[in-house]
């Protein structure tokens, strides 16, 4: 059973890495703010499909557009303001516009 009063445990400093992951700028109205993990999931595959060929390179990109569509949505759907909202409906459009050039070519 805890006996802590709640005010104690609220009042005690954040890990250095929570703070890295919670950072934002600027703080009252947060337009770059730390990657969330969709988000790094599709910079990462962008990044390894660079460096690929053949069914990895194809894979990674499917990857990097599946994550980007829900960090996008997410994004759209609960963004802490309105530009981080708008900026989830742009890229919202902009997936759905390269995918559909790609399935014309």
Avoid: C, D, K
């Amino acid at each position: 059973m805890n006996t802590e009063p709640q005010a104690a445990v609220e009042s005690t400093p954040a890990s250095p890495l929570r703070q890295v992951v919670r950072w934002s700028w600027p703080a009252r109205f947060p337009i770059v703010q730390f990657p969330n993990p969709p988000l790094a999931v599709a910079l990462l595959a962008s990044v390894a499909a660079r460096f690929t060929e053949g069914a990895a390179h194809r894979s990674l990109r499917a990857v990097f557009y599946l994550s980007l569509g829900i960090w996008a949505y997410e994004e759209a759907r609960h963004g802490v303001n309105w530009f981080r909202r708008a900026l989830g409906v742009g890229f919202s459009i902009y997936l759905i516009a390269t995918l559909a050039e790609a399935l014309h070519s």
